[in-house]
Antibody
Framework: EVQLVESGGGLVQPGRSLKLSCAAS????????MAWVRQAPKKGLEWVAT????????YYPDSVKGRFTISRDNAKSSLYLQMNSLKSEDTATYYC?????????WGQGTLVTVSS | DIQMTQSPPVLSASVGDRVTLNCKAS??????LDWYQQKHGEAPKLLIY???NLQTDIPSRFSGSGSETDYTLTISSLQPEDVATYYC????????FGGGTKLELK
């Protein structure tokens, strides 16, 4: 059974950093692109970052480019999102998702609140 | 960047109704479109991939269609458990979600 379990969310002050983790199991992690998708309170879904199977290629929307860094450790079947210079508009539930051409599997999400 | 516009934002329908949700891309996305269902408090769930392919274990009352810039999710007979927000998503160029359609029971 495919499982994705996020951790690392919490309350953080504007301008500070936070690192999210996602532990994957039930599939060959190194064979899949992985992604982070977020959802601000009462808002829609927003793609945040994608990483290739080896980690050599990463992709971001303009809203987080230069502030967020996606990475992976295939030996540990783990995905990460380093978030720097956080803003109030980054407040959201962050989902880890397995990305082929579709997001067939999602984690349960971890809430990040950016507030002073 | 490709923009995805969903309509209507909110849809009220009765049990048993045939329901149609729309998604329009700002440019031709060549059928590279999925539909996701998100129930309150849950993670999104893949319903339809590549425009018209039903994901495993999804009821056959759900179907997708469309081409070029215009796409549709149809529920042939609305059930109470279908109350949710539905998102389209394109992966032709970059990755973009639509703003969602909230489906309610009348």
């Amino acid at each position: 059974e495919v499982q994705l379990v996020e951790s690392g969310g919490g309350l953080v002050q504007p301008g500070r950093s936070l690192k999210l983790s996602c532990a994957a199991s039930g599939f060959t992690f190194s064979n899949y692109y992985m992604a982070w998708v977020r959802q601000a309170p009462k808002k829609g879904l927003e793609w945040v970052a994608t990483i290739s199977t080896s980690g050599s290629r990463t992709y971001y929307p303009d809203s987080v480019k230069g502030r967020f860094t996606i990475s992976r450790d295939n030996a540990k079947s783990s995905l990460y999102l380093q978030m720097n210079s956080l803003k109030s508009e980054d407040t959201a539930t962050y989902y880890c998702a397995r990305q082929g051409d579709s997001f067939a599997y999602w984690g349960q999400g971890t809430l990040v609140t950016v507030s002073s | 960047d490709i923009q995805m516009t969903q309509s209507p934002p909110v849809l009220s329908a009765s049990v048993g109704d045939r329901v149609t949700l729309n998604c329009k891309a700002s440019q031709n996305i060549n059928n590279n479109l999925d539909w996701y269902q998100q129930k309150h408090g849950e993670a999104p769930k893949l319903l339809i991939y590549y425009t018209n392919n039903l994901q495993t274990d999804i009821p056959s009352r759900f179907s997708g269609s469309g081409s070029e810039t215009d796409y549709t999710l149809t529920i042939s007979s609305l059930q109470p458990e279908d109350v949710a927000t539905y998102y389209c998503y394109q992966y032709k160029s970059g990755w973009t979600f639509g703003g969602g359609t909230k489906l309610e029971l009348k």
